[in-house]
Nanobody, 124 residues
Framework: VQLQASGGGLVQAGGSLRLSCAAS????????MGWFRQAPGKERELVTV????????YYADFVKGRFTISRDNAKNTVYLQMNSLKPDDTAVYYC??????????????????WGKGTQVTVSS
């Protein structure tokens, strides 16, 4: 399975972007999907994750109320709507998929699939 993230770009503070992550080469039936980000000089951090059914989701405190994750299982795609963007949101955003929802918070190093990342730059 390959994950391809898209939708990144340059936006002014306060603006919005919508990231997409499409899976190909197989099915992600039963997989949780999520987004991580890594800024220059910083460690990778979990942004958000959504369960296969969409019933459960988790957001890091620094994006609560601003970002929304959703998925379309028929299209094998997960989305990240990012509103009220801040310069601190500047990072490469990576989508990921794993059979375990909790793996995103407990053992992210062992996650099954990773996308290549898309750059998000927020100017002040």
């Amino acid at each position: 399975v390959q994950l391809q993230a898209s939708g990144g770009g340059l936006v002014q503070a306060g603006g919005s972007l919508r990231l997409s992550c499409a899976a190909s080469g197989g099915t992600l039936s039963g997989y949780a999907m999520g987004w991580f980000r890594q800024a220059p000089g910083k460690e990778r951090e979990l942004v958000t994750v959504i369960s296969w059914s969409g019933t459960n989701s988790y957001y890091a405190d620094f994006v609560k109320g601003r970002f929304t994750i959703s998925r379309d299982n028929a299209k094998n795609t997960v989305y990240l709507q990012m509103n009220s963007l801040k310069p601190d949101d500047t990072a490469v955003y990576y989508c990921a998929a794993d059979r375990s929802y909790v793996a995103f918070t407990t053992t992210p190093g062992g996650i099954d699939y990773w996308g290549k990342g898309t750059q998000v730059t927020v100017s002040s």
